[in-house]
């Protein structure tokens, strides 16, 4: 007799019509995704001329770069522990308010330092937003459409990204930088007037001990019939088998499995490569003898696919899985970075100029489709009610710490052993992302949350627990 459990899959859900109330929370908090995305790419384009005008090196030029990422890593920190305090909505309230202060700090910057400060102020709202707004949509989505739900939010990260690409190109110029960063303020405004009315978490609620006011959202957010009453007791029946704990909990050895694939993943969301390309490819083209209106064209390009990824992976994970979308897409996404370098090998003409255009977006849509689209969306779903805060906290810090790694090295790296040498290095790292998801990440499509949390607990391995017998 095996020795694991196995917590069955739900039966098919039918296509049926959920309440706008759940769109509406999606996409109001998903705004959040799209500032994300915009702060973090609008740099690409605001490089070229800052550079320039403020006169920085290739080391000056990673400091501004990256200095967002060491606020998102304590934004991440700080918005798990205020969530738990607060809730959820009210963090990603005040997350907006954060975005418009920085946006407005780094649009009339006099100089370098004011600059980083400003951008080390947006930080923190990207690292809050990119923490509690996957979180917030996945305690509200019902389980049948809750993947899609989650990757707008990655969806709304890929828009922000092309609009900075699209205000770069048509920015371009000594001192547009400055509208550039201020043009965030206004999803900022936004999503901080459209969070003030949307409802708080139900499970939030409920581990609050406010029963009440759950049974009133959920009956706002779930079908007419649904068993409201089942599922606020299935809610308090895990909060209950786990008292609320700080991140000391994290060490005990029943939720090593789902901490190994939340890091993990979010790991090597960033070790393959993605936002070397979305920071530094105009850079990159643009020293590599492109043209600098080439090279933004290009961004516009990259931003392109990653809205094509955005919609496709959103489709994916709940059509084919979590786990398959990776391990289709992710092998593509190493090979298209191989293709890369190996045409940074051969002599500057056209055809190499279309090679590395050509390379360059099917791996932007290979990545984004199997590992952008899965991020944001795994670790909410795989850790615990009990240590949800702390425990995506610190999936959140490990996105952005090598993040950061990689935004600190990039142009250093090139320098060091030349573009090729670095395109091979984040192929390779591809390949590892792609044996580590075959050994250890589970498939989560369809399951409640409770479900998988109880998989989790069940003796033997987690991936086994949660395969689907059919």
């Known amino acids: 007799m095996p020795e694991t459990t196995t917590v069955a899959a739900p039966a098919a859900h039918e296509r049926v019509r959920q309440p706008a109330q759940v769109y509406a929370v999606a996409a109001v908090s998903a705004l959040g995704g799209l500032l994300f995305g915009y702060d973090t790419g609008i740099i690409s384009g605001a490089l070229l001329y800052l550079r320039e005008d403020l006169h920085l090196s290739s080391r000056g030029q990673e400091i501004v770069v990256s200095v967002i990422l060491v606020g998102a890593m304590t934004g991440a920190l700080v918005s798990g522990r205020l969530a738990g305090r607060l809730g959820r909505r009210r963090v990603v309230l005040w997350v907006a308010v954060i975005f418009a202060v920085g946006a407005l700090g780094a649009a009339v910057a006099p100089d370098t330092s004011t600059l980083i400060a400003a951008r080390l102020v947006l930080g923190l709202a990207v690292g809050g937003a990119s923490n509690m707004v996957p979180v917030y949509i996945a305690e509200v989505a019902p389980p049948a459409i809750r993947g899609r739900l989650m990757v707008l939010f990655q969806l709304m990260v890929a828009i922000g990204q092309l609009i900075a690409y699209l205000c770069g190109w048509l920015l371009a110029g000594s001192g547009g930088w400055r509208v550039m960063f201020g043009l965030a303020v206004i999803p900022a405004a936004v999503l901080a007037v459209g969070m003030t009315r949307l409802p708080e978490s139900p499970r939030w609620l409920v581990e609050q001990g406010h029963t009440t006011a759950a049974h009133a959202v959920l009956s706002r957010l779930r079908l007419q019939g649904a068993d409201i009453g089942g ?26 499995p789902a901490l190994v694939v939340a890091l993990g993943v979010a790991a090597f969301s960033q070790l393959t490569g993605i936002n070397a390309i979305v920071y530094y490819a105009p850079t990159i083209l643009s020293d590599a003898g492109f043209g600098q209106s080439v090279a933004l064209v290009t961004g516009i390009g990259i931003g392109t696919m990653l809205v094509v990824a955005g919609i496709t992976g959103a489709l994916a994970v709940d059509a084919i899985g979590r786990r398959r979308t990776m391990l289709w897409f992710i092998p593509l996404s190493g090979l298209s970075m191989a293709v890369l370098g190996l045409a940074f090998l051969m002599d500057s003409s056209p055809a190499q100029h279309w090679i590395v255009v050509i390379a360059l977006f099917a791996y932007i849509l290979c990545n984004g489709i199997g590992m952008q689209s899965v991020v944001w969306l795994i670790a909410p779903e795989i850790l615990p009610l009990s240590v949800r805060g702390p425990a995506t906290s610190l999936a959140t810090l490990t996105v952005w710490g090598f993040d ?24 390779a790292l591809n390949v590892l992302c792609v044996l580590f998801v075959a050994l250890k990440v589970p498939e989560t499509r369809n399951r409640p949350l409770e479900d998988i949390e109880r998989a989790l607990r069940a003796p033997g391995s987690l991936r086994r627990n949660l395969a689907d017998p059919h």
């Open 231 to 256: 599922e606020i007791a299935a809610i308090r029946e895990i909060s209950a088998a786990t008292p609320r704990q700080d991140g000391r909990a994290l060490l005990q050895p029943w939720l090593r």
């Open 404 to 427: 950061l790694l990689i935004a600190v090295t990039a142009l250093s790296l090139i320098s060091a052993v030349g573009r090729s040498g670095t395109f091979f290095l984040y192929a």
